[in-house]
């Protein structure tokens, strides 16, 4: 085991993080504001190669990992999350092309994304449908070799901009899952209409908006899962960039951590600066905590993604772990920089509204948690033995402390496997063993569970005798 990033992914980062500061962070605040798509931006990150991170080397691209993918990540979101997730965009819109397209379709769209500053989308939901993606309407009808698109796609991120979008369209929606299929639209394809840039209450710098899909005719060289693959090209997605949500959360925490530490080492109440107050220690504590915490989560989903071993649970917990830090830290920073982490010169208002998207958008906290709990109590090996099934050693009589018990003891000489064995209430937990009896229950060390009447009750909660269990 080794949590050392590798010297590549050391370098990696630095250049990352000098991107960031240069050229995204002096334009937060603007595009903020603005509520407009940092064009400019997302192209100079094309030319420091910083776009695109996942495709394969025989395509042209880097061929990283997701490690170094969310080391990435983590320090654009850590200057602006709005703009890291439009730059990010292109990893969840190629990522269907990466995994479920075939030669031809990888050779033609990754090789031009390399290449050309290009832009994909990815769109899944719909304005009546986000992580129920089985739920999806629009339509897609097979005609001779062609598919024809309708219907109406929302919170796309980066359409109105973009030259591809990856299109998941069900051929009927009853059939749920089985139904849908994935498609390559160029943005320029006849009867593709985007809607205008919603504005949103962060993250305002990322263009999202509607994309309405009239008529639109897909030829057979652009079908990436036929339907009934769709759902788990859908799915196989997510689980590949889920852990970049998690990276996000982190970078935008931790730069509301850092701003908070350096206005509480300049703020002064009461004589001295507010970080000598152990309010405000405490708080900076539990933000640096929560951030190692979700980082560490982060880092493993993204590994056991690069390791090929199913990540799927992994990725649900270190997003949803750091989306909740991520809201909090930010909430926190705000409440340190008291009134002036109200306003909007100060860049904490700003992370915290950013932040929120992080609980909602690919899978909600919601969603994460049914994963991990479905998981947790139908999957997961336990390591003890079950509850009702405790082991209870037999202590010799040396060992046992209480003497009344010690002196009537000795006059059984059978042990508890040979009096019929223990039972365990089912409803305290309380053990009956047969050698020690009940005496305060007036039933005599040395009597069988099976020869004690009807009438007892537990000793502990008082539950009746055939709530009791042999262990
Ligand atoms: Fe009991």
Redesign the pocket.
């Known amino acids: 085991m080794n949590f050392e990033l590798t010297a590549k992914q050391k370098e990696l980062q630095q250049k990352a993080r000098e991107f960031a500061i240069k050229e995204v962070l002096p334009v937060a605040r603007y595009y903020d504001e603005k509520n407009d798509f940092p064009m400019e931006v997302i192209k100079k990150a094309w030319e420091e190669k910083l776009l695109n991170l996942a495709i394969p080397q025989e395509y042209g691209g880097l061929g990283y990992g997701l490690m170094e993918s969310i080391v990435v990540v983590e320090e654009i979101a850590a200057a602006c999350p709005g703009i890291a997730t439009s730059i990010f965009d292109n990893n969840l819109g190629a990522e269907p092309v990466i995994i479920g397209g075939n030669k031809e379709q990888k050779q033609r769209i990754l090789t031009e994304l390399v290449n050309e500053f290009t832009l994909i989308a990815f769109a899944t939901s719909e304005p009546g449908m986000g992580s129920d993606v089985a739920g999806m309407q629009c339509l897609a009808e097979k005609e001779g070799d062609e598919y024809i698109l309708n219907g109406t796609k929302y919170w796309i991120t980066n359409a109105g901009y973009a030259d591809y979008i990856s299109v998941f369209a069900t051929v009927d929606p009853e059939k749920r899952h089985k139904g849908i299929a994935a498609f390559i639209v160029p943005t320029d394809s006849e009867g593709v209409k985007t809607g205008a840039h919603i504005p949103k209450l962060g993250q305002r710098a990322s263009n999202t908006c509607s994309v309405i899909l009239k008529d639109v005719r897909v030829p057979k060289e652009n079908v990436l899962a036929k339907p009934g693959f769709g759902f788990v090209l859908a799915m196989q997605t997510f689980a590949a960039t889920r852990p970049a949500i998690g990276a996000f959360a982190v970078g935008c925490a931790r730069s509301a951590m850092e701003y908070s530490i350096d206005y509480a080492n300049e703020r002064e109440a009461f004589g001295r600066p507010i970080v000598n107050y152990q309010a405000i220690q405490q708080k900076i504590a539990d933000m640096y905590k929560n951030i190692q915490a979700a980082r560490l989560l982060t880092y493993k989903a993204a590994w056991e993604a690069d390791q090929g071993i199913d990540n799927n649970i992994s990725s649900a917990c270190a997003k949803a772990f750091a989306s909740d830090v991520a809201m909090n830290v930010t909430t926190e920073a705000i409440q340190i920089f008291g009134g002036y982490g109200y306003i909007r010169t100060y860049p904490v208002e700003k992370l915290f509204r950013d932040a929120k998207l992080f609980q909602i958008y690919e899978g909600t906290s919601e969603i994460q948690r049914i994963v991990i709990s479905r998981f947790a109590t139908k999957q997961y090996e336990h390591g003890m033995p079950n509850l009702y099934d405790l082991p209870s050693a037999d202590i010799s009589e040396e060992q046992e402390g209480i003497d009344a018990q010690k002196e009537s003891q000795k006059k059984v000489k059978k042990t508890s496997a040979e009096l019929g064995g223990k039972y365990r209430?089912t409803?305290?937990g309380?053990v009956y063993d047969p050698v020690k009896g009940d005496p305060d229950g007036g039933i005599d060390p040395g009597t069988r569970f099976s020869d004690i009447p009807d009438g007892w009750v537990?000793p502990?909660?008082g539950?009746a005798k055939d709530q009791f269990q042999k262990i």
Do not use: E, G, L, Q
Request: proline share 0%; hydrophobic share 40%.
């Open positions: 209430c409803v305290c309380y537990c502990v909660c539950a």
